[in-house]
Structures are given as C-alpha cells and as structure tokens.
C-alpha cells in the first residue's frame, strides 16, 4: 500500500474502509541470516537498509515490547549534525542527508521539519568554541552560521538577553538542523522493512545467547530459541542488561532522560533553542505544545520513569533564558532509559564473539543518529567491515586511547 493524496482523498470518500496493517504480525522462523535485538529506530533502519540497500530481506527484528516502545518513542525530536570531531561529525551528516530524503525514501510522513536548531552562548570563551565548532562543521561539509546578539534578537525577541547571570552574547545556528516525529520514523522503517519481507516480531524477548565454540549461532526468546548466522543487538539503554548476557561488560551506564511537554500555544518558537549555560533545550510541536529537555537524572536506573528535582532543574534552565515559560503549564512528561557511554560517543562494531555484533552507547543523541545508525549497521553486517564515517566508534577505542570526547569531559555521563 502506498500513500498518496489521492489515496487519502479516495478513503476519506469511501468511508476509510481501504487501509491495511502497515506491517505483518508473523510468527518467528527457527532460522534467520541475521537477527536484530531491539525493535526501536535503530534496530528498524538497520533492518530496512540491510533489505534495501543489500537486498538482505531473510531479517528478523525482534523486540520484546511492541515497536516504538523504546527512546525512538520517547525522545523530544531533536536532529543536527553540530558535531566537532572527526570521529563524529561525517556519520551525524551522512545522517542528516539521509533525514533529507528519508520520507520519499520509505513513503512515510515523519514530518521532518528543518526549522533549524540554534544553541546560545554566554561568554567570550564559549564563543570561541562555538566558532571552532561551527568551523570544523563546514569542513565536513555541514552548515553552520555564527550570531551575534542582534541576528539572535531578530531570530527569537523573547529570550531574556540581559540576565544577569546568563547574558546571552550570541549563537551558533545550523538552519538544516530540526525535528522529526519521532515514533513516525519507527513505523516508517518497519514498514518498508516489512514491505520487503523482513520479520517484524513484536513481544518476543530476547533471554540469551546461543554461544558455541566462540561463535554465536543464535538466541533464545520468550518464544523459543531462534539460529542466525548473525546476530545485531540494537537494545539501546538495555545495551548493558542485554550483552551482559553474552558475558560483556560494557564502558556504558544507563540513567534516565525525561521529557516535558507544556499546553499548546501559539506559534512561538521558531526551530530549537539551546541553553549554553546549562542544559535546556526547547521546540514547539505543530501542536503547539513546547517540547523540552535537560539533563539526565544522574543516577543508575533501568525504570522509563524520573523524579520530580530534575523537573525543577529543567525548568529553571528555561526561565533563565525565556523566564516567560514560566506561565505555561507543564501537560505531561515521561522519561527513557538512556545508554551513556563514557566518551559520550557510541558503537557500531563487532564484538569477539563471531557472529554477535554490537550498536549502542546514543546518550542522549542517538535519535538524530538514527539513519546513519541503520545505514552503518546494515553496510558492517552484510560485508563485515566498519562503513567509513563509522570506522571510529569500535569497542577498543578505550583500551587504544582514541576516545571520541566530543565534549571533553571524560567517563562522566552525567555530562555528556
Ligand atoms: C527523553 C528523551 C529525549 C531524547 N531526546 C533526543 C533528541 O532530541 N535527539 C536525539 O538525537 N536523541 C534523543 N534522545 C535519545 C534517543 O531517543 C536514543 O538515543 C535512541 O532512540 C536510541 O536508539 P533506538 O531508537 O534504537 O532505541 P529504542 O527505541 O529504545 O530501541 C531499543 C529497543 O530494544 C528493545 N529491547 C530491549 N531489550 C530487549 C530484549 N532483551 N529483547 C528484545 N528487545 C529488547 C526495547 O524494548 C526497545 O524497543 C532522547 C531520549 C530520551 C529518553
């Protein structure tokens, strides 16, 4: 079924009578060439490009909820390639072009919206790094433009520029940068991996490894044990619980993200703003709802759930630079299980078990991620070696002294 303005013209006429499941509920096979582990936006994309671009369609994706249940669902939309290291930089551009053509790509409308994202700065130091930044983007062939106070008066009047402790000085914008419905980009990749013939098998858990003689030939699931001749865990913030299964203790941390979402409003914000002098990040959806973030909660956890001091740190991250936020009532909120790595940058790699490979460690970010992710998995899978923008986020990158420390503050999550 393809999706056109006819189509919905024609259903709207004849009583919506037409639409189908958008993707089948099949039962698992005993064999697979390659099952993914996890049914969120990365696990999907890897499976839709495996099938797409590799002609690999004998997949299973199995997730032990139902898809979209995870961060992909959870997440507050952000996508930006404002990336400073060589490392990082050319895999979160890939990324961004392929959001670009992403909803013609798979015929579904994730509203892929490049309103722009700014991010504010407060002092000359920060300035200078935000130049640096911004240089390094356009190097990698990105954009980026460099605000003073008045371009940023002009873009957003209502911040509050004359704070006394936060003076906002300024801002490094990326116009492309913006936001994506995200649970949209679940089921678009479910569908056009299903659409291929890959198996999408939701409430089936992953419960252990099939390990033999050093390579791993399968798992088992709360629904009977599956062979694969390979095997791609994509669990996100369950990376830890999941391999620790297959005996691997990971540089990753899970806490938790919360994210907030106020009344609707009028149209105020004109992409997504970001505080420099703490964490608070901001959007409007079309439904007028403003969306915002903060910090994680700075404690292990593996409940989809926060506590109430980060919701007032949050908040007072966005009085101080837009104290009219203030009047808004907050509608809802919920949180996600983030996997912190402790550079702040992830892993697409293989691991020294043949056969069992590896994706995880998004942070915070990993959303934006979710194209070049699936891009990038499916290309190491079906040939067996690191796609070029992803060759440096391998799992020894530690034990090798080449972290990717994009923000300089070594293994503490709580900063990344
Ligand atoms: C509140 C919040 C705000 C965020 N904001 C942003 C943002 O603005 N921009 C951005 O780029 N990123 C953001 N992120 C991060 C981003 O959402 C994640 O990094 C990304 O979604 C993780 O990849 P995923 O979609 O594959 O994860 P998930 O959707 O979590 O997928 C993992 C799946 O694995 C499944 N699973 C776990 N264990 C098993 C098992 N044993 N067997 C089978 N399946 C299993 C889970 O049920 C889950 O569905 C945010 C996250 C949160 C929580």
């Given at each position: 079924m393809r999706y056109s303005a006819w189509k919905i013209f024609w259903e709207g006429m004849t009583g919506n009578r037409g639409w189908k499941p958008v993707w089948r509920e099949p039962e698992p096979k005993p064999e697979y060439d390659a099952i993914i582990v996890g049914g969120g936006g990365h696990g999907l994309a890897t499976a839709y490009y495996l099938a797409t671009v590799h002609g690999k369609t004998n997949i299973a994706v199995l997730e032990k909820g139902w898809i979209g249940s995870g961060n992909v669902g959870r997440n507050t939309t952000i996508i930006r390639s404002n990336y400073m290291l060589p490392g990082n930089e050319p895999f979160y551009e890939l990324s961004m072009k392929l959001w670009e053509g992403l909803e013609q790509d798979f015929n579904y409308n994730a509203m892929?919206?490049?309103?722009?994202?700014?991010n504010l700065f407060h002092s000359d130091p920060q300035r200078d790094a935000f130049v640096r930044r911004g240089n390094a983007m356009r190097l990698?062939?990105?954009d980026s433009v460099l605000l003073d106070q008045d371009g940023i008066?002009?873009?957003?009047?209502?911040?509050?520029?004359?704070?006394?402790?936060?003076?906002?000085?300024?801002?490094?914008?990326?116009p492309r940068g913006g936001t994506v419905r995200h649970d949209a980009v679940a089921w678009g990749y479910a569908r056009g991996a299903d659409q291929r013939g890959v198996d999408i098998i939701q409430n089936c858990e992953v419960t252990g490894f099939q390990i033999e003689n050093g390579v791993c030939t399968g798992v088992e699931t709360s629904r009977g044990a599956i062979r694969a001749k390979k095997v791609a865990v994509c669990v996100a913030g369950s990376s830890g619980r999941v391999m620790a299964k297959a005996g691997m203790r990971l540089p990753i941390e899970t806490h938790v993200l919360q994210a907030f979402v106020s009344e609707g409003l009028k149209p105020l914000i004109p992409g997504v703003i970001t505080f420099g002098a703490g964490h608070f990040y901001v959007s409007q959806s079309d439904k007028g709802g403003l969306v915002f973030g903060g910090d994680i909660d700075g404690y292990n956890t593996y409940a989809q759930r926060g506590n109430l001091p980060v919701v007032e740190?949050?908040?007072?991250?966005?009085?101080a630079i837009m104290p009219m936020i203030g009047r808004a009532r907050l509608l809802r909120m919920w949180g996600g299980v983030m996997d912190m790595s402790m550079d702040g940058s992830p892993f697409i790699d293989k691991t020294h078990i043949d056969g069992l490979y590896f994706n995880g460690g998004w942070c915070y970010g990993g959303f934006k991620a979710t194209p070049a992710s699936g891009w990038c998995y499916a290309h190491l899978l079906a040939k067996d070696e690191p796609h070029p923008v992803a060759a440096a986020l391998r799992l020894d990158r530690f034990r090798r002294g080449a972290m990717i420390d994009e923000k300089g503050v070594g293994a503490q999550p709580n900063l990344h």
């Open positions: 892929v919206s490049q309103r722009g994202i700014l990698a062939g990105a008066r002009e873009m957003c009047p209502f911040l509050d520029f004359d704070n006394a402790r936060f003076p906002i000085k300024g801002g490094l914008a990326q740190d949050v908040c007072e991250g966005g009085m």
